[in-house]
């Protein structure tokens, strides 16, 4: 995550939030619905978080895409990804998931909008390529080249079937952009690497976003 580095006019702003909830809960007491005391979220314009689109035609297992195409919504960089159907091994949600190594280890990558003052969480599933050496893989999510978080998976006693998958979770601030990057890129060497699958972005006011680990 970010060292969150705040001036004194982005401090000053962040009081005028808090002052104004404050102002906004006293000025209804008997409201029974506690919208105060939960952060709002909304969703940013993430497209394809679930590669559900290039469709992977029957009967290939997989379609490999090469570095400075295009995945759907997203950019592939590095060298390749590869785009596999739910006919290969299962998906975490949907029928599609990327594994992040192609050939070798690859990326992709999606702007999206965002706002001053301005936490992000994004969360997805991670899994790996358990037909290729070495079990452990890794990766990390970059937003606007910067990691903010490293990923690692075990493929030891997972199968195609048994794939394993786990939620992750990351934050990232936006104090003054209008828009991000996100990569999401394999550390690993070798044709099989860490497999990502059901991308969400949520987002939360900077003094009100909770902690998530």
């Known amino acids: 995550m970010f060292p969150l580095r705040l001036s004194a006019a982005s401090l000053s702003a962040a009081a005028l939030l808090l002052a104004a909830a404050s102002t906004t809960a006293s000025a ?9 005391t939960q952060p709002h979220t909304t969703v940013p314009d993430l497209a394809g ?15 490999s895409h090469l570095g400075g195409t295009a995945l759907g919504p997203w950019a592939v960089g590095g060298h390749s990804v590869d785009l596999t159907s739910d006919r290969l091994w299962d998906a975490a949600e949907g029928s599609q998931s990327v594994d992040l190594n192609g050939s070798t280890s690859g990326s992709v990558s999606q702007e999206i909008p965002t706002h001053p003052l301005t936490s992000y969480i994004v969360s997805f599933e991670l899994a790996g390529n ?13 937003v606007d080249g910067v990691p903010v978080k490293t990923f690692t998976f075990d493929v030891t006693g997972h ?10 979770t990351a934050v990232f601030t936006s104090l003054l952009r209008n828009s991000v990057t996100l990569t999401f890129a394999s550390t690993s060497p070798g044709p099989g690497g860490p497999v990502i699958d059901d991308v969400q972005v949520r987002s939360c006011l900077l003094v009100l976003c909770p902690h998530v680990s």
């Open 28 to 36: 209804h007491p008997h409201d029974t619905q506690s919208h105060d």
């Open 49 to 63: 978080g679930g590669f559900e689109t290039p469709v992977v035609p029957a009967p290939s297992p997989f379609t």
């Open 130 to 142: 358990p037909a290729w050496a070495p079990a452990l893989k890794t990766g990390e999510l970059r």
């Open 159 to 168: 199968g195609f079937r048994t794939m394993g998958y786990t939620r992750q």
